[in-house]
């Protein structure tokens, strides 16, 4: 799997976005993607209440703790490395989570407008 360029969607190099929880299609704390990534698992998002209950309720349950895969569950504040779809449906739904713009793939723009992705930046994160 060769990794695309680290670019966030400002033009940047790409930022971490979380090490703790590690998150990452290649689990190494950067939204990094690759043609197999189908997900496109780009927008470094942060979590809130609303969002994580409106992923379980379409079917992503991000909150419960999975030890099997060794995930400890998302809790609001933490940051994760989201499908580029998700946010757009949640955000299309009114309950999109905060978005740090330096640690989101320059990829994730296939799929989700810039003006879309400020909608939502995070002040703390930018």
């Keep these: 799997m060769n990794k695309a360029p680290s670019v966030n969607v400002l033009g940047g190099a790409l930022r971490p976005c979380s090490a703790d929880p590690v998150t990452g299609f ?13 997900g ?5 998002a942060v979590m809130t209440a609303e969002f ?20 400890a569950g998302l809790k609001p504040g933490d940051r994760w ?29 296939e799929i989700v407008p810039l003006a879309v992705l400020q909608e939502q930046c995070s002040p703390e994160t930018g």
Excluded: I
Aim: charged content about 15%; overall charge negative.
């Design 81 to 109: 490395c989201l499908c580029a779809s998700r946010f757009l449906q949640a955000h299309d739904e009114g309950c999109a989570p905060l978005v740090s713009l330096h640690a989101t793939h320059a990829q994730a723009l």
């Design 26 to 38: 290649f689990r190494d704390s950067h939204c990094n993607t690759c043609a197999e990534d189908a």
């Design 52 to 71: 994580l209950a409106y992923s379980k309720y379409v079917g992503n349950d991000l909150s419960t703790p999975r030890p099997e895969f060794g995930f």
């Design 40 to 44: 496109s698992h780009t927008v470094c």
